[in-house]
């Protein structure tokens, strides 16, 4: 699914493969605590369960907190972002084509098309732009920086949970069409996709030249410490360094798509889903970003009178 590809985005707790953990996350194989809340109320007759995933399956994210697989064992039904089937995961790669005719280096521009090819040397030699010649300009920017460790393979924790409940026999469903991800950036204009290219290789550059953790790297970080606050603040700032200043506007409508409105359409189908089967247990598994923050689903379901607890232990 898009998150999967998404680094310098703040708003998508994104794969990643070498880890920066806390100090005590260092001897563990799953994060400090779960980022995993407790719903009841209303016509529920057993708890149910919003599970904050990362797309990302090595180190401590590559396994879930025991009091996370215990609620997965629990439910009856999981449900993730969109269907984790090999079927509709293979699929997705065919909505990172042009269909505008041009190559991608006809559309950026030499002096972009330039900082490209720097990137992808830092990454491997063996990357050329060529590879991505016939990718949507919004598809680079959002793959580019996950590169390194996309190229290590791994199961994104999304991926192991959908896994689990296939083998334990349980029912599996989605909250949302690929196709509804897409769409937010294939309605960019061709303009707004170039600044985000333009923006994610300068994040790039800032990290490395900073020699400290990459953007993913600190979000990553945050996800294992299982401190919803420190998820959040992670996530502005990252966020705000690409928001700020001249691409304010393109900031905004970009952190309105991809969370304040699927928030409300995910909520929704939940709250569907509670209400025709109070009887069972009902286990939603979605990147961490749609917990937390203004507007995040728990809120939304407590306006429909459920109870949301955050599981500290």
Known sequence: MIRRFLAPLATLLVALS????????????????????KVEGKELEKPSWLFGTIHLGKGPVGKLHPAAKKALEGSDAVYT???????????????FVRA????????????????????LKKVSPALTPALFESFKTWAVAVTVPLLEV?????????GIVWQMAKDAGKTTGALEEPADQF??????TEEEQIILLSESLRLQRESRAEKGPSPVERLVDAYVSGDPERVEAEVEKQFHEMAEGEHKALG??????????RNVEMAKEMTALLKAEPA????????????????????????????VTLVTE
């Open 81 to 95: 972002e969109v269907s984790m089937d090999p079927a509709t995961q293979l699929g997705l790669a065919g909505h």
């Open 150 to 158: 996309q190229l290590s393979g791994g199961t994104p924790l999304d």
């Open 280 to 307: 069972k247990s009902h286990f939603f598994a979605v990147g961490a970003a749609h917990y937390i923050g203004k507007g995040n689903i728990g809120d939304l379901l407590r306006k429909q009178g459920y109870t």
């Open 18 to 37: 070498p880890v920066v953990a806390e100090p005590e996350a260092k001897a563990l194989d799953h994060p400090v605590r779960p980022l995993l809340w």
């Open 183 to 188: 769409v937010i950036f294939n309605d960019l």
């Open 100 to 119: 505008d005719g041009k190559k991608l280096s006809e559309s950026i521009g030499d002096e972009l098309h330039k900082q490209l090819v720097a990137e």
């Open 252 to 261: 905004d409508k970009l952190l309105k798509r991809l969370l304040d409105d």
